[in-house]
Every structure is written in structure tokens, then in C-alpha cells.
């Protein structure tokens, strides 16, 4: 078996349960401009995707209000609302048990909200790497961030391992025959699935 050089995350679902900091960003933008609350479906949606799809979506039935309700996204400070982001408890301890052996890497659809994220539960200085959906033309579920990652480390497809948890995910490994793990989702399709981190120090990969 090719030894493993790098492991990729994601951040929402996977590093941080992050859905109810999601339904209260969202919400606070609907509640701005007069409208109902996201739906279960919206939820889901928003939970995957990055911030200026997102927008457009939930949107997508007050487009008098989009361009408004995008300038208002944007001078929207997001530092109130990581207090309802809830990170795994076991991530440190898989950092920890990763590096320095191997790299980390983040592939998310986040956009300007993943610094302050990693500084504010002090993770910054434990991934290489991090591309955002700012960094990359074309964003999750298109390869391109995980093309710029293996660049960077001069890594293959196969010295490398991606844990997500949405088909996004999926379909963004899918896109160059990377493997996945499944995280907290047993009916993903995917190489491994797990319920934590430091369960997937016991994959056969290690």
C-alpha cells in the first residue's frame, strides 16, 4: 500500500458542527430584509455550499432583495457567530497524532470566515495548508482545490486521503480518483467510514 503523505479535511460537518452557526447567520440575513426563516431543505443546502451560492439560494424567491442582501453579506461580521460553531473533541488529538509525519490540508466551500475560525479555536498553525472557496475559480464539488493542494506538497492522488462528509465531498474527490472518508455519515459513499476522529487512527491506511 502507498503510504499516506497528506490528509485533506473539510471544516463543516467534519471539523465543526457547524449547522446551527449556519441557521443563524442565514437567518439573521432573511430577518434583515423581512423574510421567513430557512426551511429543513435550505438548511441543508447552505450547510454545503459556499457563502455566495448561498445567498443566491435562500434569495432566490426575493430577487428585488439579492444584490442588497449580498452587499449586506458582505460588511457582515461573522465573529459573533462562531460561538455556535462546536468542534470535535477529538480533533487536536488527531492533529496531534498526524503531524509532523504527514501534512494537513483544508478544502472547504468557506470563504473569508475560515481564518477567523482556525485563530479563534486556535488550529492556524496546526494545517499546512488551506484553500477556500476565495482561492480557487472554480469551488467544492470541482477538483480544482484538491489539484492546488497535491501541487503544493508535490503529493500523488494516491499518498493522500480526504475526509468529508457530504456528497459535495463525494464528488469533489470522485473528480481525480481520490479516496474518502466518510465522516459521521454512514450513506455516503466512500472507502472508510468513521463516528470520530482518532477512530480513523485504527484504519488500515495507518
Known sequence: MTELKLVIFDC???MFDSKNANRV??????????????DADELEYVHMHHVMD?????FRKYPEDLAAADA??????YTPYLQHMIMEPDLPEFLDFLRPERKTAISTNRTSTMGP??????LADLFDKVV????VAKPKPHP????????????????????????????HTEAIGMRLIAFKN????????????????RLPIF
Not at 448561498?54 to 435562500?58: K, N, P, T
Open 132 to 135: 477556500t472557496a476565495f482561492d
Open 25 to 38: 447567520y442565514y437567518n439573521h440575513m432573511l430577518e434583515k430584509f423581512g423574510h421567513p426563516p430557512m
Open 54 to 58: 448561498s445567498v443566491r439560494h435562500i
Open 144 to 171: 480544482e482545490a484538491l489539484h492546488q493542494i497535491l501541487d503544493h506538497f508535490q503529493c500523488s492522488v494516491a499518498e493522500s486521503i480526504y475526509i468529508g462528509d457530504s456528497q459535495v465531498d463525494r464528488e
Open 72 to 77: 449586506f453579506r458582505k460588511g457582515l461580521d
Open 12 to 14: 463543516d460537518g467534519v
Open 186 to 201: 454512514q450513506a455516503l459513499p466512500a472507502e472508510y467510514h468513521v463516528k470520530s476522529f482518532m477512530e480513523i487512527t
Open 117 to 122: 475560525v482556525l485563530q479563534m479555536f486556535r
